[in-house]
Antibody
């Protein structure tokens, strides 16, 4: 059974950084690209970017290029997102999601989400 | 970026009623469309991919159709467990983009 288990809720002060993990199980971690998606309170979904765990290559949506850093540890089948220079705009739930498809892509498995609260 | 416009923003339906949700892309996405259901406090769950392919385990009352820039999700007989928010997503070009969501409630 494919599972994506994310770390617990985070509280960060303005200007600080937080790092969230997403541990994959039930499939070969390096066979699929991992994505991250942001959902602000009561809002829709925004794609942040992806990482190819096999090669470490990444791509980001323009608005997240200076905000998010994606990494992956193949030895533990875990993907990470680090959010830097936190502001109130970063208060949101962050999901990891496995990417599937060929030619057109979709997210077939999602983590449970991590709530990040930015507060002084 | 490809803009996804979803309608309606909310609707309520009676048990057994047929429900249709629309999604329009700002350019042709060649059936590169997925639909998700999200319940409160949960992560989105994939329902449909490739505009019309049903994800394993999803009830057959859900169906997707469309082409070009216009797509729709149909629930053929509304059930209580179908309450939630539905999102469309284009998977043709980066950055992947989502519709703003449709909140579906039981009448």
């Amino acid at each position: 059974e494919v599972q994506l288990q994310q770390s617990g809720p985070e509280v960060g002060r303005p200007g600080s950084s937080v790092k969230i993990s997403c541990k994959a199980s039930g499939y070969t971690f390096t066979d699929y690209v991992m994505n991250w998606v942001k959902q602000s309170p009561g809002q829709g979904l925004e794609w942040i970017g992806w990482i190819d765990p096999e090669y470490g290559s990444t791509d980001y949506a323009e608005k997240f290029k200076k905000k998010a850093t994606l990494t992956a540890d193949t030895s533990s089948s875990t993907a990470y997102i680090q959010l830097s220079s936190l502001t109130s705009e970063d208060t949101a739930t962050y999901f990891c999601a496995r990417l599937s498809g060929r030619g057109s892509y979709y997210f077939d498995y999602w983590g449970q989400g991590v709530m990040v609260t930015v507060s002084s | 970026d490809i803009q996804m416009t979803q309608s309606p923003a909310s609707l309520s339906a009676s048990l057994g009623e047929t429900v249709t949700i629309q999604c329009r892309a700002s350019e042709d996405i060649y059936s590169g469309l997925a639909w998700y259901q999200q319940k409160p406090g949960k992560s989105p769950q994939l329902l449909i991919y490739g505009a019309s392919s049903l994800q394993d385990g999803v009830p057959s009352r859900f169906s997707g159709s469309g082409s070009g820039t216009q797509y729709s999700l149909k629930i053929s007989s509304m059930q209580t467990e179908d309450e939630g928010v539905y999102f469309c997503q284009q998977g043709l070009k980066y950055p992947f983009t989502f519709g703003s969501g449709t909140k579906l409630e039981i009448k």
